[in-house]
């Protein structure tokens, strides 16, 4: 040893500082471990009191342990200090729970940051890394209610972080003087942290909008007839025109539809479910798969082009809607049609074309055919008596 420490150490001597080794409590009477933690710009630190109470409903505390370290060379604001200070509060925790045999009945952890406590009450990943991880560690070490705000005046801690004389070292080793009163009589802060010091932390969030298109509320494949989906849709084609017009003018009984369906109004239930149709067939326009059938788009409509523009048919019939075959519609139109006359496949396709061109429509229309229960019927081949033989 070299003369400086020899003299440090007989100095140290002189100081009567004295530090009980043994902690002499009654394993029946409540045991409350508290840890104060407070970080400054050049150190920060925390320390360890327990508190139990005597028999005769007063309070007695003892220091445990403490511990500092000095603030890193690249400068930390004082927030982020203050929130290592934390950090070392929830180890020191951790680590007497490990080693002492004491059955301790909870941990209070204080400080007096009010940056510090709203951010170990917050999520950790809205932070940026620096915050975000040691905010976890907080959490998964401690639970947020355990944390409690205390003034700068009356946190031990500050003497560690800031650095005291041994004439101001009593309260450090021996606990600040409320910890000997009530839970009830602690002192309560009322104090809320600026806004600006916690956004400085907070993680940037980039805002994306996604645009859900909301599902069909009517299920085509639960309908089995194309009369009563198209009545259906127009029914809540109606009612949603109605309840739009109401909010628009306030007046429940101005521009409201009442009575039977129109034919305007049957009309645009059909256009709806053939523009739905027709959603899968833009792609397959594009790559000029229905070239040989002329297709142009009116009202958003696909139809079929040809050279009877001038023909003395009706204007759907010269130019029919373009429909897929595996469409739901096209079986629906197509059994529709075919269940007015229990018509052949070919009378039923050509009855199908006055209006709509579906793709198969040949195919489409004999499964049908052969679904059909009353075609089967009459088609029916009559049994006949059998004949025996001439004697």
Known sequence: MDGTTITLSQSAKDLGVTVDNVLNVNQHIRNVCRIAAFGIHKAFGACVYIRWELEDGSYDVRSVTAKSRVAPLKKLTLPRLELQAAVVAVRLDATIRDETTLELRETVFMTDSMIVLAWVRSQAITFKPFVSARVGEIQSKSNPQQWRHVSGAENPADDISRGVTVEKLERCRCGPQFL??????????????????????????????????????????????????????????????????RVRSGDEREKVTVGPLTAAELGDAEMYWVREAQKRLHDRLKKGEFKTLTPYKENGIIRVGGRVGEGVISYD???????????????????????????????????????????GIHRLAKTIKHRCVMCRKMQHKVESQFIPEIR
């Open 317 to 359: 019939s010269r130019h029919p809607v373009l429909l897929p075959h595996h469409y739901r519609i096209s079986t629906l139109i197509t059994k529709h049609v075919h269940e007015l006359g229990h018509d052949g496949v070919a009378t039923t396709a050509a009855k199908v074309r006055s209006n709509y061109w579906v793709i």
């Open 180 to 245: 000997r009163s009530p839970e009830e009589e602690w002192p309560q802060s009322e104090t809320k942290p600026e806004i600006s010091s916690m956004d400085s932390e907070r993680r940037k969030v980039q805002q994306v909008s996604n645009v859900v298109l909301a599902s069909d509320c009517i299920d085509c494949e639960r309908i089995s007839s194309w009369k009563k989906l198209v009545r259906v849709t127009a029914y809540v084609q109606r009612f949603t025109h109605n309840m739009k017009a």
